[in-house]
């Protein structure tokens, strides 16, 4: 009996997975309204009703599908996340915050994670999605926000704030961060664009390479305002 409950469970873990497959797919290509529960039951191959019993309708599958994608972005920024931030926690805590030098370290460090992550092919999916979500956001917006983007955000800030001398949750500093992430992010949200206007048939590991290495100018470019001038 058992195992017959774990082959039970196992199957519908199967179900939720092909699902949840399925809905980042065609939620991404479509959108909520333009995708039917029947595409959705088709395209993971399973019983129509599997929708309503795993996930209590189209709607929660729909915020399932948020919330996957904020989990598998956060998994992979989690442990950068968390030593920058105890690094920066024992630096306030000790009386001693970071320098300039050892904050564009780190900086540098998140940008080039976030370019890493945002131009691979794991993140096309993601992306199609997010943008839909930015465009015209619903509670799963404020779902992804919340578990991923506000974190990282507040955490390059805390970092631009160092480099500019500034309050890092003043808007000439939460500007700078947004602005520095759209840098590298662009490549992903305007790919089209970015690959036609420089030459390149995609993006594989030289292309990569290259975006790093402007994530790293666009970080070292940030500096107090007189040293610009």
């Known amino acids: 009996m058992a195992d017959l409950r774990k ?10 997975e092909k699902l949840l ?4 797919d065609l939620f991404g290509r479509r959108g909520f309204d333009g995708t039917s529960t029947r595409a959705l039951a088709d395209a993971a191959g399973v019983n129509l009703q599997a929708i309503p019993y795993y996930f209590g309708g189209k709607e929660g599958l729909y915020r399932e599908t948020a919330g996957a994608i904020a989990d598998a972005i956060a998994a992979r920024l989690a442990d950068r996340r968390a030593r920058i931030a105890a690094r920066l926690d024992e630096a306030t805590a000790m009386g001693r915050p970071i320098d300039p030098a050892e904050a564009r370290v780190l900086l540098t460090d998140v940008v080039q994670t976030m370019a890493g992550l945002f131009v691979s092919k794991e ?25 991923v983007m506000k974190p990282v955000l507040d955490l390059a800030g805390r970092l631009v704030g160092v480099l500019l001398d500034e309050d890092p949750v ?21 790919h089209a664009a970015a690959l036609t206007h420089l030459d390149w048939p995609t993006i594989g590991a030289r292309e990569a390479a290259v975006v790093a290495d402007l994530a790293g100018d666009l970080v070292a470019s940030i500096g107090p305002r007189e ?3």
């Open 7 to 16: 082959s039970r469970g196992d199957q519908g873990e199967v179900t939720r």
């Open 21 to 24: 497959t399925a809905a980042l």
């Open 123 to 147: 993140s096309e999916p993601w992306a199609r999605f997010l943008i839909r979500e930015q465009m015209e956001p619903t509670e799963a917006f404020r779902q992804i926000y919340g578990t």
């Open 227 to 229: 040293r610009r001038e």
């Open 170 to 190: 003043s808007e000439s500093v939460r500007l700078r961060t947004v602005s520095l992430m759209g840098g590298v992010l662009v490549f992903r949200v305007a």
